[in-house]
């Protein structure tokens, strides 16, 4: 948690150097003792690891799942469709869909019921009558 932090912060030119490590240790420190979201922690883990293999495997260079035993490297998308990391279809399609979601999911921890509000805002009328 401590590294998770300091690495934020640093990340968005928040705090930098000791600030950042002791602004880390301070949020573990404080979760720790006060148990917040420490159930949550390995779940976050497992969808972050998850996550990140899935987003290798729609690169050009896939991911190599049975590694050691085997090289072959697994892809999802065909190879027009694979991007390199760092190009355009990256910065202009995966990185807007991630801070989407992002936005998304930060909503819904502020505010519970976020999500179910605006995305009820954004439906068509007519569907909005079909279902009621």
Do not use: K, N
């Not at 948690?1 to 420190?29: C, Y």
């Not at 202009?92 to 869909?97: L, N, T, Y």
């Not at 930060?106 to 179910?116: C, E, I, R, T, Y």
């Amino acid at each position: 948690m401590t590294l998770s932090v300091a690495g934020a912060l640093e990340a968005l030119h928040l705090a930098r150097g000791h600030l950042a490590d002791l602004i880390g240790m301070g949020v573990a420190t404080w979760e720790v003792w006060y148990g917040y979201g420490l159930s949550l922690i390995p779940l976050a883990v497992l969808i972050g690891c998850c996550t990140h293999i899935v987003g290798d495997m729609l690169t050009d260079s896939g991911c190599m799942l049975a590694f050691p035993w085997s090289r072959h490297r697994f892809h999802l998308l065909p190879e027009p469709l694979a991007f390199t990391t760092g190009t355009r279809p990256e910065l202009m399609i995966v990185d807007p869909i991630l801070t989407g979601a992002l936005l998304l999911l930060a909503g819904q921890v502020v505010d519970p019921g976020f999500l179910s509000a605006h995305l009820h805002s954004l439906a068509p009328a007519s569907i909005l009558r079909r279902a009621a």
